[in-house]
């Protein structure tokens, strides 16, 4: 097993590794000389089922990034649309075979997500329109992830319909819902939604190169097996979930339509 295939798979991992360190230690020395309390605006429940110095470094981490994004004057809308390059970027990471990189692009990807929504109530600045450029955004994001993967496994024609699947699926998730709540019903249940889709995705790309070191590490075009595993449950589960939203709303408005009727009949 060579050293250069060994610091390919691990690089993204070494890098975040340390960024980690480094933070934990400014904000142990921090904490020491001033002592610590999370914001109320960025964590509202003031609630960590077990405080721990952990715990209170990813708020100190998350407020200092917060406000680091405040201070160069962005926007909401803007903290979207970085969030959208940076999911962009996490696809093409996939269409190259750069997984573990791709992981870590996605999960920062989502962290912008979220605090564009507090840069918004820190600021004053909440809006619908930014509402829906961040709806409009997360499902471009996750097409490119989807398409990036369908690149990567197109000399696998199985996998590049599960690609297609699990983008089908995702969607018709998110349509169903979006086209109930225009209609005047809120639907939010069901399976394997956004959120969850993309943080196993993630985690699962990140550590898939470390498993391949030991299936086959000198594959010219490794198969990232617990990726593509990942990848055949989405298109599973998300069109699974996709017919429950429709098949549960279509069954909801049914019932209403035919109380509505019943109700005349009485009249």
């Known amino acids: 097993m060579g050293v250069t295939v060994i610091l390919v798979a691990l690089w993204p991992h070494l890098l975040v590794l340390g960024v980690a360190l480094l ?13 610590y309390q999370p914001s109320s605006k960025i964590n509202p429940t003031k609630n960590v089922l077990i405080p721990s110095f952990g ?13 680091g994004l405040i201070a160069l004057g962005l926007s909401p809308n803007q903290v979207t649309i970085l969030s959208t390059l940076v999911g962009l970027l996490a ?20 962290a912008l997500d979220m605090m564009d929504g507090w840069v918004a109530r820190l600021t004053g ?4 329109s930014g509402d829906f450029l ?9 097409i490119f992830i989807f398409l990036g993967l ?10 590049m319909l599960a690609c297609a699947l699990a983008i089908t699926g995702s969607m018709m998730v998110s349509y169903t819902r979006a086209r109930g709540e225009v209609m005047g019903l809120e639907y939010n249940k069901g399976i394997f939604q956004r959120a969850e889709r ?8 990140v550590f898939s190169p470390l498993a391949q070191i030991w299936i086959d590490p ?34 909801i408005f049914g019932r209403g339509e035919a109380q509505a009727e019943g109700d005349g009949e009485e009249g």
């Open 23 to 35: 933070s934990m230690a400014l904000f142990a020395v921090q904490r020491a000389r001033h002592g």
């Open 218 to 251: 000198w594959a010219a075009h490794p198969f990232y097996a617990p990726v593509a595993v990942l990848v055949i449950i989405t298109a599973v589960l998300a069109t699974a979930g996709g017919l429950h939203r429709t098949v549960a709303i279509t069954r």
């Open 198 to 205: 993309m943080v196993w995705l993630s985690v699962v790309s």
């Open 91 to 110: 696809g093409a990471a996939y269409a190259i075979g750069w997984f573990a990189a791709a992981g870590w692009l996605l999960l920062c990807s989502g």
């Open 134 to 142: 961040d709806a409009v955004c997360d499902r471009y994001v996750e």
């Open 125 to 128: 600045q909440t809006s619908k």
């Open 150 to 159: 369908s690149v990567y496994y197109r000399e696998r024609w199985w996998m």
């Open 55 to 67: 715990a209170n470094w990813f708020f100190w981490c998350l407020e200092h990034l917060v406000q």
